[in-house]
Structures are given as structure tokens and as C-alpha cells.
């Protein structure tokens, strides 16, 4: 009758096994995301790699599109948003990547704003996140 008291419940997003397979067998992130490209895991990964390379604006482009379609299956899984994303619910952690990884793009583009919300919205998001990504 009262609800949570504390704010939302978390939202745990699905678990979409074959991305997870693909991924963990080392497949590559490019062929992982034509193949299902509304998971947010593989353009996470995409714009890991692009920014350790030093391609900043591929990794911008790569980490926004993961960054969307995270917000899109947050929603639609009952995200009002706001509220937490468990980083220890591993079907969060393509969301929570992409979202570490555009602070990290913002930022070496010159995008400071945008790399602080991105920041605040991660830590917001689940406080041990932007540890996890090396954020902290």
C-alpha cells in the first residue's frame, strides 16, 4: 500500500544471451553489433577499442548510439528516468559502459559538459559504476 519509500526499484534489464556469448568468445564488437544492434554491449565495446586507439570522434559516435539504445531498452523495461542501473546486473553493463564511455569521448573532444553529466549520470546511475570503468 505504501510502495518503496526510498525511490524506484532498480531496473534490471534482460539478459540477451547470444550478445553475451558473442562477446565473451571474443567475436568482433562491429559484426556483434550489425548482428543485434539495439544491444548497447557491442557499441560499448566499439567505442572501448576506438578510444584506446586514440579515435575520439569514432568513439563518440560509437559510445552515443550504445548510450541510446541503452536508454530505449531501459525504458522500455520500466526505467522512468531516473532510478538505479545496477552495474552488478551484467545485462546493465553495456548501458553503463557506453554511458562511461561517452564522459571518456566528451571529454577528449572538448565536450566538458556533456563528459560531467555523462559522469554524474553514471554515478548516479549505480555510485560503484564509474569505479568498475576506471571513472572514479
Known sequence: ???????????????????????????????????HPAASAPWAALAERALDAGENVAGYAFARTG??????????????????VPWAHRPNQGFLRALGALSRAAEAIGEQDEAIRCRDFLADSDPAAPAALGLA
Not at 505504501?2 to 531496473?11: I, R, V, Y
Not at 534489464?13 to 567475436?27: C, F, I, K, R, T
Not at 548510450?67 to 538505479?84: C, E, S, V
Open 1 to 35: 500500500m505504501h510502495g518503496n519509500l526510498l525511490g524506484p526499484e532498480p531496473t534490471l534489464l534482460p539478459s540477451d544471451p547470444s550478445v553475451e556469448e558473442a562477446l565473451d568468445a571474443g567475436q568482433d564488437p562491429a559484426v556483434v553489433a550489425a548482428a
Open 67 to 84: 548510450y541510446h539504445r541503452g536508454l530505449d531498452a531501459l525504458r522500455r523495461n520500466g526505467w522512468k528516468g531516473f532510478g538505479p
